[in-house]
């Protein structure tokens, strides 16, 4: 079936400095590429949609330009966390969807801390 | 705008006992149901999904049925075991968003 990796799974960086989480769907190309991040006990929330070779959608109340994503390819997107703070401590979860697939497949998730 | 409606937890339950979690959903069009489950610090896992009205997923025990007469979802199992301890997500998909729509979660806890 249809898998999708993330890299790293866990990561503890200083504040102030920059994070770049990748995600790659492995067996299929995905056309869209969407961003959540997950808070302890609580749901998913959307950060942002990337479809390959264009700029991503932001959804409302997510800085753009603190939370970069880039879809450059088919298999592999990636969000770079700029000028980490303790407060985007968080858990990062991509997923990914091919232009036939349905609602897309998850990634296993990043943990980000920040210090 | 979409939204997604699910019990709160956590729930609490012993092996083999009978399982329902409650979804509702509002939805603009036909969208597409979903109940994804995550393990203690790993990502989601389609569980199972329906597409279209009176359609039935099922997967690993358990069922889910989508009846757009209630506009529910909700996940059954019949017989669960401590390995189905896990937070439970219902979610819907419509084309025209093209964005999956959670609900807040379910945590499941089962004891021996």
């Known amino acids: 079936g249809a898998v999708v990796s993330q890299h790293p799974s866990w990561v503890i960086c200083k504040s102030g400095t920059s994070v770049k989480i990748e995600c790659r769907s492995l067996d299929f190309q995905a056309t869209t590429m969407f961003w959540y991040r997950q808070f302890p006990k609580q749901s998913l929330m959307l950060m942002a949609t990337s479809n390959e070779g264009s700029k991503a959608t932001y959804e409302q109340g997510v800085e753009k330009d603190k939370f970069l994503i880039n879809h450059a390819s088919l298999t592999l997107s990636t969000l770079t966390v700029t000028s980490a703070h303790p407060e985007d401590s968080s858990f990062y979860i991509c997923?990914?969807?091919?232009?036939?697939?349905?609602?897309?497949?998850f990634g296993p998730g990043t943990r980000l801390t920040v210090t | 705008g979409n939204s997604v409606t699910q019990m709160e937890g956590p729930v609490t339950l012993s092996e083999e006992a009978f399982l329902t979690i409650n979804c509702t959903y509002t939805?603009?069009?036909?969208?597409?149901l979903f109940w994804y489950v995550q393990y203690p610090g790993e990502g989601l896992q389609l569980l199972l999904k329906?597409?279209?009205?009176?359609d039935k997923g099922s997967n690993k025990g358990f069922e889910a049925t989508y009846r757009k007469e209630t506009t529910s979802f909700h996940l059954e199992k019949g017989s669960v075991q401590v390995s189905d301890s896990a937070v439970y997500f219902c979610a819907l998909f419509t084309g025209g968003g093209n964005k999956l729509t959670f609900g807040t979660g379910t945590q499941l806890k089962v004891e021996l």
């Open positions: 997923s990914a969807k091919s232009s036939s697939g349905l609602a897309g497949v």
């Open positions: 939805a603009t069009g036909y969208p597409s």
């Open positions: 329906a597409t279209k009205a009176d």
